[in-house]
């Protein structure tokens, strides 16, 4: 059974500091072509900001991204799952609390962020190989 952490371990971390701006998170997603970003302080895991996050907390109110912080919109001491953790109880998580992405820890550090398209995808991946492994018996 692979854990979520092996989903990522090959993976560069992406992640913001707290104090950085919307219009800086915004545009390090942008150029990495990512949805969401941890959110860190002090070297630890602080929060969570989203593309979501951005449009509905930045953008539809009429916030400045230049001028706000990434601190003042990210969701705070967001869920997290531990490295060993399997793709079944990551996905059981987002499905329970309604999230998208899910930072991976190891006690406070940061070792990694997986998406429900990341989970799903090798969820799929292990049922076929299990329906293969029963037409062969």
């Given at each position: 059974m692979?854990?979520v952490y092996d989903?990522?371990?090959?993976?560069?971390?992406?992640?913001?500091?707290a104090e950085?701006?919307?219009?800086e998170?915004?545009?390090?997603?942008?150029?990495?072509?990512?949805g969401?970003?941890?959110?860190?302080?002090?070297?630890?895991?602080?929060?969570i900001?989203?593309e979501?996050?951005?449009?509905?907390?930045?953008?539809?109110?009429?916030?400045?991204?230049g001028?706000?912080?990434?601190?003042?919109v990210?969701?705070?001491?967001?869920?997290?799952?531990?490295m060993?953790?399997?793709?079944?109880n990551?996905?059981?998580?987002?499905?329970?609390?309604g999230?998208r992405?899910?930072?991976?820890?190891?006690?406070k550090q940061?070792?990694?962020l997986?998406?429900?398209r990341?989970?799903l995808?090798?969820?799929v991946?292990?049922?076929e190989?299990e329906?293969?492994?029963r037409k062969?018996?």
């Open positions: 692979a854990s989903l990522v371990k090959d993976r560069r971390i992406y992640s913001i500091e950085k701006s919307v219009l998170a915004a545009r390090f997603m942008m150029e990495h072509n990512i969401a970003l941890p959110v860190m302080r002090n070297g630890e895991l602080a929060g900001v989203s979501r996050d951005i449009m509905n907390r930045v953008v539809a109110v009429g916030r400045m991204p001028t706000t912080l990434v601190s003042e990210m969701t705070a001491n967001p869920k997290s799952i531990s060993n953790e399997t793709v079944e990551g996905l059981f998580l987002m499905r329970e609390f999230f992405h899910l930072p991976i820890v190891d006690g940061l070792k990694g997986v998406s429900l990341d989970l995808l090798r969820y991946v292990q049922k190989k329906a293969e492994g062969a018996s």
